[in-house]
């Protein structure tokens, strides 16, 4: 578990499964991440980032509202896909719900995720990719720190050709000297 100013950062549990599949379900959360899910969907993603912890000691947990208990978000890090040109490096991401957007949280929540790469993992930096078009992700990116790579573009393989969102992009941050 991590504790921010904010924030309660821990992993998924039983009780969170109605917020996370609520998110999941938000056209508006999901329009640059991916289709919908569906309940079935949902938890098989909560399955396999509790898969990462047991696996590789990290995966995507709940980002929790320190004041009120609600439950915002979805953040962590991860292996990078092994479908993917990140396959085998340290993937930081995050989902927030359309209502905690615009207040910081995603930033508190990656930043805290990266003190904690940097204080617990030995990788020498960190990677996060988007949608080409998800101005926002990239935008939160760069006030992490990250950079785009130039070399980073790629077409996702989990999106049909058809689709904006197989355009996607690397972006990075170095571990601190």
Not at 72 to 97: N, V
């Amino acid at each position: 578990m991590i504790v921010t100013e904010r924030l309660i950062l821990r992993p998924a549990e039983p009780r969170d499964r109605a917020a996370l599949h609520a998110m999941w379900a938000d056209a508006r959360v999901m329009a640059d991440l991916g289709p919908v899910k569906d309940e079935a969907a949902s938890d098989a993603a909560i399955a396999r980032h509790a898969g990462y912890r047991t696996e590789h000691g990290l995966g995507f947990g709940t980002v929790e509202r320190r004041d009120s208990g609600d439950l915002i978000g979805f953040c962590g890090l991860k292996p990078g896909a092994p479908t993917t040109p990140i396959r085998g490096e340290l993937e930081i991401g995050w989902m927030l719900a359309h209502a905690a957007w615009g207040q910081g949280y995603a930033q508190e929540a990656a930043a805290a995720w990266l003190d904690w790469a940097w204080s617990h993992r030995d990788e020498p930096r960190v990677v996060a990719i988007t949608a080409a078009a998800n101005a926002a992700s990239q935008r939160l990116m760069m006030r992490l720190g990250m950079h785009r790579l130039a070399a980073g573009d790629f077409d996702h393989p989990d999106f049909a050709a058809d689709d904006a969102r197989r355009a996607t992009v690397t972006y990075a941050i170095d571990r601190p000297r």
